[in-house]
Protein backbone atom coordinates (compact mmCIF):
# COMPACT_ATOMS: atom_id res chain seq x y z
CA UNK A 1 0.00 0.00 0.00
CA UNK A 2 3.26 2.35 -0.62
CA UNK A 3 1.09 4.35 -3.35
CA UNK A 4 -2.01 4.90 -1.92
CA UNK A 5 -4.35 1.90 -3.38
CA UNK A 6 -4.35 -1.68 -2.65
CA UNK A 7 -1.88 -3.23 -4.65
CA UNK A 8 0.94 -5.75 -4.54
CA UNK A 9 4.77 -3.45 -4.83
CA UNK A 10 6.42 -6.05 -7.51
CA UNK A 11 10.82 -6.31 -6.76
CA UNK A 12 12.72 -3.73 -6.98
CA UNK A 13 14.59 -3.03 -10.58
CA UNK A 14 17.24 -5.17 -11.86
CA UNK A 15 19.89 -2.12 -13.04
CA UNK A 16 18.95 0.70 -10.72
CA UNK A 17 21.55 2.89 -12.60
CA UNK A 18 19.48 2.65 -16.14
CA UNK A 19 15.46 2.36 -14.58
CA UNK A 20 13.33 5.70 -14.91
CA UNK A 21 12.61 6.52 -11.65
CA UNK A 22 10.71 9.82 -12.54
CA UNK A 23 7.27 7.52 -14.42
CA UNK A 24 7.34 5.03 -11.29
CA UNK A 25 4.37 4.60 -8.94
CA UNK A 26 6.43 2.83 -6.78
CA UNK A 27 10.24 3.07 -6.80
CA UNK A 28 9.80 6.95 -7.94
CA UNK A 29 7.71 10.28 -7.42
CA UNK A 30 4.66 9.81 -9.74
CA UNK A 31 1.84 10.18 -7.54
CA UNK A 32 -1.54 7.89 -8.01
CA UNK A 33 -4.50 10.17 -8.09
CA UNK A 34 -8.06 9.82 -9.19
CA UNK A 35 -9.52 6.70 -10.90
CA UNK A 36 -8.45 3.13 -11.27
CA UNK A 37 -9.82 0.75 -13.80
CA UNK A 38 -9.51 -2.67 -14.80
CA UNK A 39 -9.41 -3.39 -18.45
CA UNK A 40 -7.75 -5.47 -21.01
CA UNK A 41 -4.59 -5.19 -23.00
CA UNK A 42 -5.09 -5.34 -26.43
CA UNK A 43 -1.75 -4.02 -27.79
CA UNK A 44 1.86 -3.71 -26.83
CA UNK A 45 3.47 -2.50 -29.93
CA UNK A 46 4.71 0.72 -28.32
CA UNK A 47 7.80 1.00 -25.81
CA UNK A 48 6.72 1.14 -22.10
CA UNK A 49 3.28 2.30 -23.12
CA UNK A 50 0.15 -0.32 -23.65
CA UNK A 51 -3.31 0.25 -24.96
CA UNK A 52 -5.55 -1.19 -22.04
CA UNK A 53 -9.61 -1.58 -23.68
CA UNK A 54 -12.59 -1.77 -21.32
CA UNK A 55 -15.97 -2.36 -21.77
CA UNK A 56 -19.27 -1.13 -20.37
CA UNK A 57 -22.61 -0.68 -20.27
CA UNK A 58 -24.79 2.08 -21.19
CA UNK A 59 -28.14 2.38 -20.71
CA UNK A 60 -30.21 4.09 -23.94
CA UNK A 61 -33.69 5.02 -22.79
CA UNK A 62 -35.35 4.65 -26.24
CA UNK A 63 -35.19 1.25 -26.84
CA UNK A 64 -35.45 0.62 -22.84
CA UNK A 65 -31.91 -1.40 -23.43
CA UNK A 66 -28.66 -2.11 -22.91
CA UNK A 67 -25.75 -1.05 -25.26
CA UNK A 68 -22.02 -2.21 -25.38
CA UNK A 69 -19.37 0.67 -25.36
CA UNK A 70 -15.88 0.36 -25.32
CA UNK A 71 -12.71 2.72 -24.37
CA UNK A 72 -9.08 1.78 -25.17
CA UNK A 73 -6.91 4.31 -22.70
CA UNK A 74 -2.91 4.19 -23.46
CA UNK A 75 -1.49 3.54 -20.15
CA UNK A 76 2.18 3.64 -18.87
CA UNK A 77 4.00 0.83 -17.90
CA UNK A 78 6.99 0.80 -15.46
CA UNK A 79 9.86 -0.40 -16.26
CA UNK A 80 9.02 -3.43 -12.80
CA UNK A 81 6.13 -4.27 -14.85
CA UNK A 82 7.76 -5.05 -18.26
CA UNK A 83 6.39 -8.81 -18.92
CA UNK A 84 2.77 -7.36 -20.08
CA UNK A 85 1.50 -9.21 -23.29
CA UNK A 86 -2.16 -8.94 -25.14
CA UNK A 87 -4.94 -10.56 -23.09
CA UNK A 88 -3.58 -9.77 -20.29
CA UNK A 89 -5.80 -7.84 -17.52
CA UNK A 90 -4.36 -5.07 -15.85
CA UNK A 91 -5.36 -2.30 -13.38
CA UNK A 92 -4.55 1.05 -14.21
CA UNK A 93 -4.56 4.80 -12.60
CA UNK A 94 -4.82 8.38 -13.17
CA UNK A 95 -2.05 10.42 -12.80
CA UNK A 96 -0.34 13.76 -13.83
CA UNK A 97 -0.12 13.63 -17.88
CA UNK A 98 2.88 11.63 -18.64
CA UNK A 99 2.98 12.66 -22.45
CA UNK A 100 0.58 14.14 -25.05
CA UNK A 101 -2.02 10.89 -24.71
CA UNK A 102 -0.93 8.88 -21.44
CA UNK A 103 -2.67 10.09 -18.34
CA UNK A 104 -2.57 6.46 -17.00
CA UNK A 105 -0.22 4.04 -15.43
CA UNK A 106 -0.26 0.52 -14.84
CA UNK A 107 -0.12 -0.80 -11.65
CA UNK A 108 -1.05 -4.26 -11.51
CA UNK A 109 -1.19 -6.94 -13.45
CA UNK A 110 -4.13 -9.28 -12.20
CA UNK A 111 -3.71 -12.42 -14.78
CA UNK A 112 0.20 -12.79 -14.94
CA UNK A 113 3.36 -12.41 -12.38
CA UNK A 114 5.43 -9.87 -11.84
Not at 11 to 36: A, H
Not at 38 to 46: A, C, F, H, W
Not at 86 to 107: C, N, Q
Request: hydrophobic letters at 30%; one cysteine or more.
Amino acid sequence: MAIGIDVPTPPEPDNPEDYDYEKCPFYGQLSVRGQTREGTVVSTDMEKTVIVEREYDVFVPKYDRYMKRRSRIPAHVPGVLDSLEVGDEVTIAETRPLSKTKSHVVVENLTGDL
